[in-house]
Protein backbone atom coordinates (compact mmCIF):
# COMPACT_ATOMS: atom_id res chain seq x y z
CA UNK A 1 0.00 0.00 0.00
CA UNK A 2 1.48 3.33 -0.92
CA UNK A 3 2.55 5.32 2.30
CA UNK A 4 0.85 8.69 3.71
CA UNK A 5 3.04 11.29 1.49
CA UNK A 6 0.91 9.24 -2.05
CA UNK A 7 -2.42 10.41 -0.77
CA UNK A 8 -5.88 8.73 -0.28
CA UNK A 9 -8.66 8.33 -2.98
CA UNK A 10 -12.35 8.75 -2.65
CA UNK A 11 -15.62 7.43 -4.01
CA UNK A 12 -18.99 8.87 -2.52
CA UNK A 13 -20.77 6.71 -3.23
CA UNK A 14 -19.74 3.79 -4.24
CA UNK A 15 -22.78 0.90 -4.35
CA UNK A 16 -23.37 1.16 -7.83
CA UNK A 17 -23.14 2.02 -10.91
CA UNK A 18 -20.69 4.79 -11.81
CA UNK A 19 -19.12 4.80 -8.11
CA UNK A 20 -18.79 1.10 -7.82
CA UNK A 21 -16.76 0.91 -11.34
CA UNK A 22 -14.38 4.12 -10.05
CA UNK A 23 -13.85 1.88 -6.53
CA UNK A 24 -12.77 -0.77 -8.29
CA UNK A 25 -10.31 0.66 -10.83
CA UNK A 26 -9.29 2.93 -8.33
CA UNK A 27 -8.02 -0.48 -6.33
CA UNK A 28 -6.96 -1.95 -9.25
CA UNK A 29 -5.10 0.34 -11.29
CA UNK A 30 -3.55 2.53 -8.15
CA UNK A 31 -1.89 1.45 -4.86
CA UNK A 32 -3.70 4.51 -3.01
CA UNK A 33 -5.40 3.60 -0.39
CA UNK A 34 -9.44 3.62 -1.14
CA UNK A 35 -12.88 5.63 0.77
CA UNK A 36 -15.28 4.57 -0.70
CA UNK A 37 -19.05 5.74 0.89
CA UNK A 38 -22.42 4.13 0.86
CA UNK A 39 -25.86 4.45 2.13
CA UNK A 40 -26.38 1.12 3.78
CA UNK A 41 -24.73 -2.41 3.82
CA UNK A 42 -21.37 -1.80 4.31
CA UNK A 43 -20.26 -5.18 4.92
CA UNK A 44 -22.43 -6.29 1.15
CA UNK A 45 -20.98 -2.88 -0.62
CA UNK A 46 -17.50 -4.10 0.49
CA UNK A 47 -17.74 -7.71 -1.53
CA UNK A 48 -19.67 -6.25 -4.06
CA UNK A 49 -16.47 -4.08 -4.59
CA UNK A 50 -13.99 -6.48 -4.09
CA UNK A 51 -15.34 -8.95 -6.10
CA UNK A 52 -14.97 -6.79 -9.24
CA UNK A 53 -13.28 -8.65 -12.45
CA UNK A 54 -9.76 -7.84 -11.87
CA UNK A 55 -9.69 -6.47 -8.11
CA UNK A 56 -6.28 -7.78 -6.77
CA UNK A 57 -6.74 -9.22 -3.34
CA UNK A 58 -4.49 -7.48 -1.78
CA UNK A 59 -7.01 -4.33 -2.63
CA UNK A 60 -8.97 -5.75 0.29
CA UNK A 61 -6.93 -4.04 3.21
CA UNK A 62 -6.42 -0.89 1.25
CA UNK A 63 -10.34 -0.32 1.09
CA UNK A 64 -12.42 1.85 3.92
CA UNK A 65 -16.03 1.56 3.58
CA UNK A 66 -18.02 4.42 5.29
CA UNK A 67 -22.04 5.11 5.64
CA UNK A 68 -23.30 7.79 4.33
CA UNK A 69 -26.68 9.60 3.22
CA UNK A 70 -25.76 12.99 1.52
CA UNK A 71 -29.11 13.83 2.61
CA UNK A 72 -27.72 13.80 6.59
CA UNK A 73 -24.93 15.83 7.03
CA UNK A 74 -23.73 13.97 10.36
CA UNK A 75 -23.20 10.67 8.75
CA UNK A 76 -20.79 12.90 6.22
CA UNK A 77 -18.80 14.68 8.91
CA UNK A 78 -18.50 11.48 10.96
CA UNK A 79 -16.77 9.87 7.90
CA UNK A 80 -14.48 13.25 8.18
CA UNK A 81 -13.80 12.89 11.65
CA UNK A 82 -12.67 9.21 10.72
CA UNK A 83 -10.10 9.98 8.03
CA UNK A 84 -8.97 12.83 10.56
CA UNK A 85 -8.00 10.08 12.77
CA UNK A 86 -6.93 7.11 10.88
CA UNK A 87 -5.17 8.53 7.82
CA UNK A 88 -3.32 11.53 9.39
CA UNK A 89 -1.24 13.45 7.58
CA UNK A 90 -2.29 11.70 4.00
CA UNK A 91 -3.58 14.74 1.60
CA UNK A 92 -6.98 13.64 -0.30
CA UNK A 93 -5.35 12.65 -3.96
CA UNK A 94 -8.33 11.99 -5.95
CA UNK A 95 -12.36 12.43 -5.34
CA UNK A 96 -15.39 11.37 -7.13
CA UNK A 97 -17.99 12.96 -5.77
CA UNK A 98 -21.65 10.95 -7.60
CA UNK A 99 -24.82 10.37 -5.97
CA UNK A 100 -27.47 11.67 -7.84
CA UNK A 101 -31.30 11.00 -8.47
CA UNK A 102 -34.26 10.98 -11.10
CA UNK A 103 -37.43 11.91 -10.79
CA UNK A 104 -39.18 11.98 -14.05
CA UNK A 105 -41.16 14.85 -14.78
CA UNK A 106 -42.20 16.04 -18.63
CA UNK A 107 -44.54 18.99 -17.38
CA UNK A 108 -44.81 21.40 -15.00
CA UNK A 109 -48.37 19.34 -13.51
CA UNK A 110 -45.74 16.60 -12.74
CA UNK A 111 -43.59 18.19 -10.35
CA UNK A 112 -43.96 16.84 -7.01
CA UNK A 113 -42.53 18.94 -4.02
CA UNK A 114 -41.37 16.20 -1.91
CA UNK A 115 -39.46 14.64 -5.30
CA UNK A 116 -38.18 18.01 -6.16
CA UNK A 117 -36.89 18.23 -2.58
CA UNK A 118 -35.23 14.74 -2.60
CA UNK A 119 -33.44 15.85 -6.48
CA UNK A 120 -32.10 18.94 -4.49
CA UNK A 121 -30.67 17.46 -1.92
CA UNK A 122 -29.62 14.20 -3.27
CA UNK A 123 -27.92 16.10 -6.71
CA UNK A 124 -26.80 19.76 -5.55
CA UNK A 125 -26.87 19.60 -1.61
CA UNK A 126 -25.19 16.41 -1.55
CA UNK A 127 -21.74 17.00 -3.66
CA UNK A 128 -22.32 20.62 -2.05
CA UNK A 129 -21.79 19.05 1.74
CA UNK A 130 -18.79 16.44 0.96
CA UNK A 131 -17.06 19.48 -0.81
CA UNK A 132 -17.91 21.38 2.44
CA UNK A 133 -16.64 18.43 4.79
CA UNK A 134 -13.49 16.99 2.29
CA UNK A 135 -12.04 20.21 1.61
CA UNK A 136 -10.05 19.73 4.58
CA UNK A 137 -8.06 17.45 3.19
CA UNK A 138 -6.92 18.77 -0.22
CA UNK A 139 -3.65 19.56 -0.30
CA UNK A 140 -2.61 23.48 0.98
CA UNK A 141 -0.04 25.03 -1.40
CA UNK A 142 2.85 24.04 1.54
CA UNK A 143 2.10 20.61 1.24
CA UNK A 144 4.62 18.49 -0.75
CA UNK A 145 3.81 17.36 -3.74
CA UNK A 146 2.60 14.05 -3.85
CA UNK A 147 5.18 11.20 -4.94
CA UNK A 148 4.71 9.40 -7.82
CA UNK A 149 3.21 5.92 -7.25
CA UNK A 150 5.05 2.73 -7.98
CA UNK A 151 3.90 1.42 -11.97
CA UNK A 152 4.13 -2.60 -10.55
CA UNK A 153 0.50 -3.61 -11.63
CA UNK A 154 -1.42 -5.58 -8.97
CA UNK A 155 -4.33 -6.63 -10.69
CA UNK A 156 -2.93 -7.03 -14.61
CA UNK A 157 -4.75 -3.86 -15.46
CA UNK A 158 -2.75 -0.90 -16.60
CA UNK A 159 -2.07 1.70 -14.00
CA UNK A 160 -2.84 5.33 -13.84
CA UNK A 161 0.19 7.53 -13.51
CA UNK A 162 -1.34 10.10 -10.97
CA UNK A 163 -0.44 12.99 -11.47
CA UNK A 164 1.50 15.18 -8.74
CA UNK A 165 -1.69 17.29 -7.85
CA UNK A 166 -4.83 16.63 -6.40
CA UNK A 167 -8.21 16.25 -8.44
CA UNK A 168 -11.28 16.21 -6.62
CA UNK A 169 -14.40 15.91 -9.56
CA UNK A 170 -18.18 16.07 -9.04
CA UNK A 171 -20.34 14.32 -11.15
CA UNK A 172 -22.70 16.76 -13.19
CA UNK A 173 -24.96 15.77 -16.29
CA UNK A 174 -25.25 17.09 -19.44
CA UNK A 175 -28.70 17.35 -18.99
CA UNK A 176 -27.83 20.66 -16.38
CA UNK A 177 -26.52 22.73 -19.24
CA UNK A 178 -28.65 25.25 -19.64
CA UNK A 179 -27.23 25.79 -23.04
CA UNK A 180 -27.49 21.78 -24.50
CA UNK A 181 -31.26 22.02 -23.32
CA UNK A 182 -32.78 21.73 -26.11
CA UNK A 183 -36.00 19.23 -25.25
CA UNK A 184 -37.46 20.59 -21.84
CA UNK A 185 -38.45 17.88 -19.29
CA UNK A 186 -37.29 16.62 -16.06
CA UNK A 187 -37.18 20.19 -14.54
CA UNK A 188 -35.77 19.07 -10.59
CA UNK A 189 -33.06 16.95 -12.38
CA UNK A 190 -31.75 19.53 -14.61
CA UNK A 191 -32.19 22.24 -12.06
CA UNK A 192 -30.29 20.14 -9.37
CA UNK A 193 -27.73 19.23 -11.66
CA UNK A 194 -27.11 22.47 -13.52
CA UNK A 195 -25.91 24.00 -9.74
CA UNK A 196 -23.00 21.14 -10.17
CA UNK A 197 -21.53 22.92 -12.75
CA UNK A 198 -21.52 26.01 -10.44
CA UNK A 199 -20.36 24.70 -7.41
CA UNK A 200 -17.27 23.13 -9.92
CA UNK A 201 -16.41 26.69 -10.88
CA UNK A 202 -16.94 28.48 -7.05
CA UNK A 203 -14.49 25.28 -5.30
CA UNK A 204 -12.13 25.66 -8.07
CA UNK A 205 -11.57 28.96 -7.85
CA UNK A 206 -10.89 28.67 -3.63
CA UNK A 207 -8.88 26.00 -4.24
CA UNK A 208 -6.89 28.50 -6.87
CA UNK A 209 -6.21 30.54 -3.32
CA UNK A 210 -5.43 28.02 -1.18
CA UNK A 211 -4.03 25.24 -3.19
CA UNK A 212 -2.63 27.26 -6.10
CA UNK A 213 -1.69 24.45 -8.66
CA UNK A 214 -1.87 21.52 -5.76
CA UNK A 215 -5.71 20.96 -6.79
CA UNK A 216 -8.30 21.82 -8.50
CA UNK A 217 -11.88 20.85 -9.23
CA UNK A 218 -14.08 20.13 -12.06
CA UNK A 219 -17.37 18.75 -12.69
CA UNK A 220 -17.98 15.55 -15.12
CA UNK A 221 -20.44 14.40 -17.62
CA UNK A 222 -19.82 10.26 -17.54
CA UNK A 223 -22.45 9.91 -20.97
CA UNK A 224 -25.34 7.84 -21.49
CA UNK A 225 -24.24 4.31 -18.96
CA UNK A 226 -26.04 1.30 -18.41
CA UNK A 227 -26.92 1.39 -14.66
CA UNK A 228 -30.05 1.61 -12.57
CA UNK A 229 -30.08 4.73 -13.41
CA UNK A 230 -30.62 4.51 -17.14
CA UNK A 231 -32.92 1.12 -16.77
CA UNK A 232 -36.16 1.94 -18.53
CA UNK A 233 -34.15 3.60 -21.75
CA UNK A 234 -32.04 0.55 -21.96
CA UNK A 235 -34.32 -1.00 -24.71
CA UNK A 236 -32.40 0.05 -27.85
CA UNK A 237 -29.99 2.65 -27.23
CA UNK A 238 -26.51 2.28 -27.42
CA UNK A 239 -25.17 3.10 -24.15
CA UNK A 240 -21.32 3.20 -22.11
CA UNK A 241 -20.91 0.10 -19.43
CA UNK A 242 -19.26 1.97 -16.16
CA UNK A 243 -16.45 0.65 -16.23
CA UNK A 244 -15.77 2.14 -19.54
CA UNK A 245 -17.05 4.96 -18.85
CA UNK A 246 -15.32 5.39 -15.59
CA UNK A 247 -11.83 4.43 -17.24
CA UNK A 248 -12.18 7.32 -20.19
CA UNK A 249 -13.14 9.67 -17.20
CA UNK A 250 -10.35 8.75 -14.92
CA UNK A 251 -7.86 8.83 -17.91
CA UNK A 252 -9.28 12.39 -18.72
CA UNK A 253 -8.48 13.36 -14.72
CA UNK A 254 -5.21 12.29 -14.66
CA UNK A 255 -4.37 14.10 -17.55
CA UNK A 256 -5.64 17.72 -16.87
CA UNK A 257 -3.20 20.05 -16.24
CA UNK A 258 -3.45 22.32 -13.07
CA UNK A 259 -2.73 25.68 -14.74
CA UNK A 260 -4.74 28.36 -14.11
CA UNK A 261 -5.39 28.47 -17.77
CA UNK A 262 -6.16 24.86 -18.31
CA UNK A 263 -9.05 23.22 -18.04
CA UNK A 264 -9.76 22.83 -14.24
CA UNK A 265 -13.43 24.49 -12.88
CA UNK A 266 -15.31 23.31 -16.04
CA UNK A 267 -17.48 20.26 -16.86
CA UNK A 268 -15.73 18.03 -18.85
CA UNK A 269 -17.55 14.88 -20.66
CA UNK A 270 -15.86 11.45 -21.18
CA UNK A 271 -14.57 12.36 -24.18
CA UNK A 272 -12.57 14.86 -23.05
CA UNK A 273 -14.57 17.07 -24.76
CA UNK A 274 -16.03 20.47 -22.72
CA UNK A 275 -20.09 20.63 -21.42
CA UNK A 276 -20.63 24.16 -21.48
CA UNK A 277 -22.58 25.57 -18.76
N1 LIG B 1 -26.02 6.72 -15.99
C1 LIG B 1 -26.02 7.79 -16.78
O1 LIG B 1 -26.24 7.69 -18.01
C2 LIG B 1 -25.74 9.16 -16.23
C3 LIG B 1 -25.74 10.25 -17.11
C4 LIG B 1 -25.45 11.52 -16.62
C5 LIG B 1 -25.16 11.69 -15.28
N2 LIG B 1 -25.18 10.61 -14.43
C6 LIG B 1 -24.87 10.86 -13.03
O2 LIG B 1 -23.86 9.95 -12.60
C7 LIG B 1 -24.01 9.68 -11.20
C8 LIG B 1 -24.01 8.19 -10.97
O3 LIG B 1 -25.10 7.66 -11.66
P1 LIG B 1 -25.27 6.11 -11.95
O4 LIG B 1 -25.59 6.01 -13.37
O5 LIG B 1 -24.14 5.34 -11.38
O6 LIG B 1 -26.61 5.85 -11.14
P2 LIG B 1 -27.09 4.72 -10.11
O7 LIG B 1 -26.52 3.39 -10.51
O8 LIG B 1 -28.56 4.88 -10.01
O9 LIG B 1 -26.37 5.17 -8.76
C9 LIG B 1 -26.83 6.28 -8.06
C10 LIG B 1 -26.01 6.36 -6.81
O10 LIG B 1 -26.46 7.48 -6.05
C11 LIG B 1 -26.61 7.01 -4.71
N3 LIG B 1 -27.52 7.82 -3.89
C12 LIG B 1 -28.84 8.06 -4.10
N4 LIG B 1 -29.32 8.76 -3.05
C13 LIG B 1 -28.29 8.94 -2.18
C14 LIG B 1 -28.14 9.57 -0.94
N5 LIG B 1 -29.18 10.17 -0.32
N6 LIG B 1 -26.94 9.56 -0.32
C15 LIG B 1 -25.88 8.95 -0.91
N7 LIG B 1 -25.94 8.34 -2.10
C16 LIG B 1 -27.14 8.33 -2.72
C17 LIG B 1 -27.10 5.59 -4.85
O11 LIG B 1 -26.93 4.92 -3.61
P3 LIG B 1 -27.84 3.64 -3.21
O12 LIG B 1 -27.21 2.45 -3.88
O13 LIG B 1 -27.75 3.59 -1.73
O14 LIG B 1 -29.23 3.90 -3.71
C18 LIG B 1 -26.18 5.11 -5.95
O15 LIG B 1 -24.90 4.76 -5.45
C19 LIG B 1 -25.31 10.40 -10.79
O16 LIG B 1 -24.97 11.63 -10.20
C20 LIG B 1 -26.05 10.62 -12.10
O17 LIG B 1 -26.87 11.76 -12.03
C21 LIG B 1 -25.46 9.36 -14.88
Same mark, same amino acid.
Given at each position: ???????????????????????????????????????????????????????????????????????? &??????????????????????????? #????????????????????????????????????????????????????????????? &????????????????????????????????????????????????????? @????????? #???????????????????????????????????????? #??? @????? @???????
Amino acid at each position: MAGGSHGFALVAPASRGLGLAFAQQLLTRTELPVVATTRKDCAGVRDRILTGKNVPSSAERRLRLFEVDVKD &ESTISSMADAIRRDYPDTPLRLALTVP #GILHVEKSPSQIDAASALDSFQVNALGPLLLMKHLSQFLPAKSTPEFQSTSTSGTGGESQL &ELPSHAVYAMMAARVGSISDNSSGGWYSYRASKASVFQLAKTFDLYLRSKSGK @KALAVALHP #GTVRTDFTKDFWKGREMLEPSDSAERLLKFLIGMSPDFDG #GRG @KCWDW @KGDEVYP
